[in-house]
T-cell receptor, first 115, second 111 residues
Framework: EAQVTQNPRYLITVTGKKLTVTCSQN?????MSWYRQDPGLGLRQIYYSMNVEVTDKGDVPEGYKVSRKEKRNFPLILESPSPNQTSLYFCASSFRGPQYNSPLHFGNGTRLTVT | EDKVVQSPLSLVVHEGDTVTLNCSYE??????LLWYKQEKKAPTFLFMLTSSGIEKKSGRLSSILDKKELFSILNITATQTGDSAIYLCAIGSSNTGKLIFGQGTTLQVKP
């Protein structure tokens, strides 16, 4: 089944403790992206990747890192999480990027709480 | 700065009503406008619009784009309780990999 898989689904952590949220897709998509969703603010793009070893900042990249060493994986790294990073995170992928009219396929989300 | 504004932010209707959701945008190098439906979890794709005046339709849902006035509408006719969701509008740029979302419209359909 074609899908985008995020792990974990839920995560509670403390300020400053490094964490990684994994994202994997099995559709051979070139484009992958991370979003955070907060009430009243919609989905805001954190980072995106047009292909292996190519990553770019979205609108809210501060406090986050990503890597794209393989086509299928796009982990999101929080080196020193803070409470303002408490949010619902979505990973998404598409065959190519938005500029090529490729709709995104979303993972089921990771709800992160930083205390 | 590119931005997408949806209205209304929330809406409560009864089954059988028709609703119209709005999405206006400002973006340099417009490429596409997309509508997504989000229920409990992941957003799911509804429509992609790239040309003005061409209606996209899927069952009771339809959408149209006006590139001159920079907006799109999503219509849902004969609403059902299963239409209750957040409806998201997003804009794709032709020269970057950014996909910018609006705040979403929360629709509640009461029996």
């Amino acid at each position: 089944e074609a899908q985008v898989t995020q792990n974990p689904r839920y995560l509670i952590t403390v300020t400053g403790k490094k964490l990684t949220v994994t994202c994997s897709q099995n559709m051979n998509h070139e484009y992958m992206s991370w979003y955070r969703q907060d009430p009243g603010l919609g989905l805001r793009q954190i980072y995106y990747s047009m292909n292996v070893e190519v990553t770019d900042k979205g609108d809210v990249p501060e406090g986050y890192k990503v890597s794209r060493k393989e086509k299928r994986n796009f982990p999101l790294i929080l080196e020193s999480p803070s409470p303002n990073q408490t949010s619902l995170y979505f990973c998404a992928s598409s065959f190519r990027g938005p500029q090529y009219n490729s709709p995104l396929h979303f993972g089921n989300g990771t709800r992160l709480t930083v205390t | 700065e590119d931005k997408v504004v949806q209205s209304p932010l929330s809406l409560v209707v009864h089954e059988g009503d028709t609703v119209t959701l709005n999405c206006s945008y400002e973006v340099t190098n417009f490429r596409s406008l997309l509508w997504y439906k989000q229920e409990k979890k992941a957003p799911t794709f509804l429509f992609m619009l790239t040309s003005s005046g061409i209606e996209k339709k899927s069952g009771r849902l339809s959408s149209i784009l006006d590139k001159k006035e920079l907006f799109s509408i999503l219509n849902i006719t004969a609403t059902q309780t299963g239409d209750s969701a957040i409806y998201l509008c997003a804009i794709g740029s032709s020269n970057t990999g950014k996909l910018i979302f609006g705040q979403g419209t929360t629709l509640q359909v009461k029996p």
